[in-house]
């Protein structure tokens, strides 16, 4: 296992169009986690998942924003009807969980809305 | 609100020099903390985490943790260019059987030849 996978590295869709996002996990991590990083700013918590069930969620996923983890293996992460301010990195990390655990972040994911 | 505060930098300081790193945390349940580097346009890498009171030490970093003033930090011996990058502080908060991490803004660190 190579670390997490994210796909697409970079997405640019026009404004209102819908957006997945794919992550794959290292296989023995249960907890995954969804970020999203704007220029000059630190990763903003979006939510969680231990094994397939979403545990948290920030306020900052709005009803737009739809996450799933079928099977506890990958999660994917949703954008309906994408607006300008959607723009950003989408970072996904795992993690085995416990306190003295490190989060291993993949490459990301970059969105451009036009 | 959990919230950690970095100064966002640029910290200059020259090769060899030691960099201090600084962060502080609002919420006193948080139970570890980690050092992220992030390169530009790049996804965080972990350097240190650390989760007891006093000093962590691996290669030329140690990381340091004061619960009682809810301060955290992060020394580099004899940097180099290739430690500029931007620093990252995360604590972490209990929630959902697991712990998640609330990242501050992040210090940009500039190494000088």
């Known amino acids: 296992d190579t670390g997490v996978s994210q796909n697409p590295r970079h997405k640019i869709t026009k404004r209102g169009q819908n957006v997945t996002f794919r992550c794959d996990p290292i296989s023995e991590h249960n907890r995954l986690y969804w970020y999203r990083q704007t220029l000059g700013q630190g990763p903003e918590f979006l939510t969680y998942?231990?094994?397939?069930?979403?545990?948290?969620k920030s306020r900052l996923l709005s009803d737009r924003f739809s996450a799933e983890r079928p099977k506890g293996s990958f999660s994917t992460l949703e954008i309906q009807r994408t607006e300008q301010g959607d723009s950003a990195m989408y970072l996904c990390?795992?993690?085995?969980?416990?306190?003295?655990?490190?989060?291993?972040f993949g490459s990301g994911t970059r969105l451009t809305v036009v | 609100q959990k919230e950690v505060e970095q100064n966002s930098g640029p910290l200059s300081v020259p090769e060899g020099a030691i960099a201090s790193l600084n962060c502080t945390y609002s919420?006193?349940?948080?139970?570890?903390f980690f050092w992220y580097r992030q390169y530009s346009g790049k996804s965080p890498e972990l350097i240190m985490f650390?989760?007891?009171?006093g000093d962590k030490e691996d290669g030329r970093f140690t990381a340091q943790l004061n619960k009682a003033s809810q301060y955290v930090s992060l020394l580099i011996r004899d940097s180099q260019p290739s430690d500029s990058a931007t620093y990252l502080c995360?604590?972490?908060?209990?929630?959902?059987?697991?712990?998640?991490?609330?990242f501050g803004r992040g210090t940009s660190l500039i190494v000088h030849p």
């Open positions: 995360a604590g972490t908060h209990a929630s959902g059987g697991s712990y998640i991490p609330t």
């Open positions: 650390i989760y007891s009171n």
């Open positions: 990390a795992s993690s085995l969980g416990g306190v003295s655990y490190g989060y291993t």
């Open positions: 919420d006193r349940g948080s139970q570890s």
């Open positions: 998942f231990q094994n397939e069930a979403q545990l948290e």
